[in-house]
């Protein structure tokens, strides 16, 4: 069964850092999503992106993230200069429509820790 | 906005049925799902109901809505130490999904 797989699954980085998490989606999805989850909180929307741009965001994705599909397999969450706020589980999720109606499919998960 | 509510723990005895809670407040949703995540595991996808149902059997999982008081839950017929595990209820609205804090389940041999 097609899976999404994310790299690397823990990534240790020091406070201002800047980290590059990669997804790679199935491959004949068109809508690609970024999640985190803080140790022992909800699992937070970060952003979701079709047609190489962003279609939705929260207020969470500020300046310091951006996200980015470099070629036809990758989408990558780039965090320009971590915070200790950053720890935190980050899932990929993909599907093959809009999120309402289309299931999404999680990746296992980065663990990102920002010392 | 849009949000989530679940108890966050449920302790049940191996054998027994398990119930976990959830509401939600965006009328709009379309679909309702439930997940599994594991100890250091991402989100398993368990099971999902279409707004236009009120019920949903998979195996052991039921999926029950109602949509007039927004209220989802999931039934675990005869529930397994392998069922320990965290449950998040969601709900998708336009591009995002929203989770709620999720439900610790322990299941006691």
């Known amino acids: 069964e097609p899976e999404v797989t994310q790299t690397p699954s823990h990534q240790v980085t020091q406070m201002g850092q800047e980290v590059i998490l990669r997804c790679v989606p199935i491959?004949?999805?068109?809508?690609f999503y970024w999640y985190r989850q803080i140790l022992g909180q909800k699992v937070e929307f970060l952003v979701s992106?079709?047609?190489?741009?962003?279609?939705?965001k929260s207020e969470i994705f500020d300046d310091q993230f951006s996200v980015e599909r470099p070629d036809g397999s990758n989408f990558t969450l780039k965090i320009r200069s971590t915070k200790l706020e950053d720890s935190a589980m980050y899932f990929c999720?993909?599907?093959?429509?809009?999120?309402?109606?289309?299931?999404?499919?999680f990746g296992p998960g980065t663990r990102l820790t920002v010392t | 906005g849009e949000d989530v509510e679940q108890s966050l723990f449920l302790s049940v005895r191996e054998g027994d049925s398990s119930v976990i809670n959830c509401t939600y407040t965006?009328?709009?949703?379309?679909?309702l799902y439930w997940y599994k995540q594991e100890p250091g595991a991402g989100l398993q996808l368990l099971t999902y109901i279409f707004s236009n149902m009120d019920m949903k059997q998979d195996q052991r999982l039921t999926v029950l809505l109602n949509k007039k008081d927004k209220h989802l839950s999931l039934r675990i017929a005869d529930t397994q130490t392998g069922d320990s595990a965290i449950y998040f209820c969601?709900?998708?609205?336009?591009?995002?999904?929203?989770f709620g804090a999720g439900t610790r389940l322990f299941v006691k041999a």
């Open positions: 969601a709900e998708t609205g336009g591009f995002k999904t929203i």
């Open positions: 491959s004949n999805h068109l809508y």
């Open positions: 965006d009328s709009s949703s379309t679909y």
């Open positions: 992106f079709y047609n190489n741009e962003i279609s939705e």
């Open positions: 999720a993909s599907s093959e429509g809009p999120g309402q109606q289309y299931e999404q499919y």
